[in-house]
């Protein structure tokens, strides 16, 4: 069997190397700053209320006055979509037999009825320029 000299030749080896790399290491130019990049700003979130049955109500009693007033409605629209699709019943009439869109208005704050002339017309009533 061969006999060990004292201490162990890895260790003093890895001793003697760990000083060098580490004066290699700190001879190195720093990385250069990143470039500062442009953050794109986000395109402003649509603040439309939630097209519901009050909202449908409201709209409608406000652009075809003089017509029955909406009993119940039922309006659903597709994720991120411009329009909503509402079906209501006018007066006593409990079922949805009547159908309409909602569109947002020009200053994309709000909704208002798409086609609302012919609506207005087909339930009796005056259209109201807004």
């Known amino acids: 069997m061969r006999k060990l000299s004292k201490g162990r030749p890895n260790v003093k080896n890895f ?6 790399a580490l004066l290699a290491a ?10 500062p990049t442009e953050v794109a700003t986000p395109e402003p979130v649509s603040t439309l209320p939630a097209p519901d049955q009050a909202l449908f109500k409201t709209t409608f009693a406000e652009t075809c006055e003089g017509a029955e007033p909406v009993n119940n409605a039922v309006c659903r629209r597709a994720m991120g979509a411009n329009s909503v699709t509402c079906e209501f019943g ?9 159908k309409a869109k909602l569109v947002a208005n020009e200053a994309s704050d709000g909704w208002m009825l798409d086609n609302a002339d012919a609506l207005c017309a087909e339930h009796g009533a005056h259209h109201v320029e807004s």
Request: hydrophobic share 35%; net charge negative; aromatic share 4%.
């Open 90 to 98: 006018l007066g006593e009439d409990e079922y949805l037999r009547h």
């Open 26 to 35: 700190c001879g190195e130019e720093p990385a250069p700053e990143p470039a």
């Open 15 to 20: 001793a003697l190397l760990l000083p060098v």
